[in-house]
């Protein structure tokens, strides 16, 4: 190989090299922030092939996409002395890169600095209120609220845009859950109770008026029996009379008659004396 083709060889080499720290690429989800000998000189917020100065300048990218910030759960003191482990989370970005730069240099110590920030706020907000208002009352007008000063602050000192503030979870701890769940076991019981003694109540009163048409309607029935059978006797004594008054003698005969069959049974014996008016027709039988 001859030396010229050697050196044209290393030209298209050092060509390359510089051409390759001469370019560099943003993409259309992240910021560049170009600094030289450590210093910002330029912020490149539109994707596309960008130029610097090779050796002399470097590159910072910056994700502009929404991030998540997911803190520890930590301990907060309502208003009403009641202690909460709250656990929360947020959504924020990048809107101002030179400033982001200058104040967090990195995503990593932006989500430090996050915690701070947020946690304060949400300390702050949550404990000038009540555990009722926390749990159900409040709750998404306090998360806006801490949503707005978070922001605030966070666009004003590091060029973040915190777009939401929310609270994954509030629990009691651990050592307060079981005075808790008795209190709540015992609230439950006296409830149950009030409700098991207004049904009884309710029950006395649906037997007792079931008792008053019980006995209302047994009186209407005897009554109307009674009028039924004094009517039915009355008929019965009509019919006889007037049996009676037709044929005197027929209708003593059918009476006596009856009146065997009902007293004399098989196997019975009676004494009577022979000139018993009982036997008169028994004797003209003869």
Excluded at 9 to 29: H, K, M, P, R, W
Excluded at 86 to 111: C, G, H, T
Excluded at 129 to 156: D, F, G, Q, Y
Aim: with cysteine; proline share 2%; hydrophobic share 40%.
């Amino acid at each position: 190989m001859n030396k010229s083709l050697i050196v044209i060889l290393i030209l298209v080499a050092a060509l390359l090299v510089v051409v390759g720290g001469t370019l560099f690429t943003v993409d259309q989800t992240q910021s560049a922030v170009v600094l030289q000998l450590g210093k910002p000189v330029k912020i490149h917020d539109t994707p596309g092939l960008k130029i610097k100065i090779p050796f002399v300048q470097d590159v910072t990218f910056f994700d502009n996409r929404l991030l998540d910030y997911d803190a520890d759960p930590k301990e907060i003191v309502t208003k009403d002395k009641k202690t909460l482990v709250v656990d929360n989370f947020a959504k924020w970005r990048i809107v101002d890169p030179l400033k982001f730069y200058q104040a967090m240099r990195s995503e990593r110590q932006a989500q430090s600095r996050l915690d701070d920030i947020i946690f304060a706020e949400v300390r702050v907000s949550l404990g000038t209120h009540t555990l009722e208002e926390i749990v159900n009352e409040l709750r998404s007008e306090l998360m806006a609220s801490i949503t707005k000063r978070c922001n605030e602050a966070a666009i004003r000192d590091y060029g973040i845009e915190i777009r939401d503030v929310r609270i994954k979870r509030a629990d009691l701890p651990s050592e307060n859950e079981r005075a808790v769940y008795a209190r709540m076991n015992a609230e439950r019981e006296r409830e149950a109770k009030r409700y098991r003694s207004e049904g009884e109540e309710e029950a006395q009163k649906i037997r007792a008026g079931a008792e008053k048409q019980r006995t209302i309607i047994l009186a209407e029935a005897y009554r109307k029996s009674e009028e039924l059978r004094g009517n039915g006797d009355a008929e019965a004594a009509a019919i006889y009379a007037a049996a009676y008054g037709r044929d005197e003698e027929f209708y003593r005969f059918t009476r006596s008659l009856e009146a065997y069959r009902r007293s004399i049974k098989a196997g019975t014996t009676l004494v009577l004396t022979p000139d018993s008016e009982f036997l008169k027709y028994l004797k003209r039988s003869r």
